[in-house]
């Protein structure tokens, strides 16, 4: 690795940082060393940079913010490819096209000082356009499937290509390129609608006070951890089993909300994980309902 390392930054496809601690570049602050974070400058230097990694078979993975992931406190024995370079955001009249590494929250925001209605769901949510994308990101009953109208991806066979609405299969927190890992999303284009600027900016700052009352944003975590059940809240179901409050290490179900798990005090990811397979276990019995994971774990086989 370390040769492939030393190869890596001879050939200059971006910023490469070295034995990283991987608390920096997730919302859990939790995670082991990564041998290599790599940050393309382009489209280009991403689909050489994967050509090389293929040929050494080097294990890899594309990063967003790390929002919506639990990585092991084990070492990446692999090249972590982020890509906050593809950063740009162009609103044209009623839609807007970001890349990948482009902040979702920033163009929600964004959307609404423009009058733009059909992104307020995610002026909370912390992800990159690509990660939103990929996990189909939501809130109060909508998500990305309702505003992404095609991307531009990377295929596995390094083509790039257009994938309309239609083609990729956005449901409850998921999506063709969840279920297609080979895929990388380089840039979106979302569609808006005009709307009622004092009536968007109410509703977003109603959301936003709500958030701050009920959801834990003191402390490190990854927003929700469950999907919720169909006609159900996974929130309710864990708080009536009597869990909110509940701590092992330095993780704890949230007091505020019992679908947060937080990093209360220098948490390992064991702690988070042993947490969160406690409450799958213990709703499984009292209720037979199997709860889902939002987030994806990493690193862990």
């Not at 159900?232 to 509940?246: P, S, T, V």
Request: proline share 2%; charged share 25%.
């Amino acid at each position: 690795m370390k040769e492939l390392i030393k190869e890596l930054k001879k050939e200059n496809y971006g910023k490469i940082l070295t034995d990283v601690s991987l608390k920096e570049y997730t919302t859990y602050k939790v995670g082991g060393i990564a041998k290599a974070i790599i940050f393309p400058d382009n489209t280009e230097k991403l689909v050489k940079l994967i050509k090389k990694l293929k040929a050494t078979n080097t294990k890899f993975m594309i990063l967003g913010f790390g929002s919506n992931v639990l990585f092991s406190d084990k070492e990446y024995e692999g090249v972590i490819i982020k890509l906050d370079h593809f950063n740009h955001i162009q609103f044209e009249k009623n839609k807007v096209i970001a890349g990948a590494g482009a902040s979702l929250m920033k163009i929600a925001l964004m959307s609404v000082r423009k009058g733009l209605t059909g992104l307020e769901f995610a002026t909370g949510i912390p992800g990159s356009i690509g990660g939103a994308v990929y996990m189909n990101a939501g809130a109060y009953k909508s998500d990305m499937g309702y505003v992404v109208s095609k991307i531009k991806v990377l295929t596995p066979s390094l083509r790039i290509i257009t994938m309309v609405n239609r083609e990729l299969n956005f449901h409850y927190r998921t999506s063709f390129l969840q279920k297609n890992k080979g895929y990388i999303c380089l840039e979106a284009t979302i569609k808006l609608k005009p709307g009622n600027k004092e009536l968007i900016e109410e509703i977003v700052t109603e959301r936003k006070k709500r958030r701050i009352e009920g959801q834990p944003l003191e402390y490190p975590s990854a927003g929700s951890v469950f999907r919720n059940p169909e006609g159900l809240f996974a929130g309710k179901l864990i708080e009536d089993l009597g869990y909110k409050g509940l701590i092992k290490g330095g993780a704890q179900i949230s007091q505020k909300h019992a679908n947060f798990i937080i990093n209360q005090d220098h948490a390992k990811a064991a702690d988070i994980k042993e947490l969160i397979e406690f409450i799958q276990d213990e709703v499984k019995e009292k209720y037979n309902i199997n709860l889902k994971v939002e987030q994806e774990f990493i690193n862990w086989e």
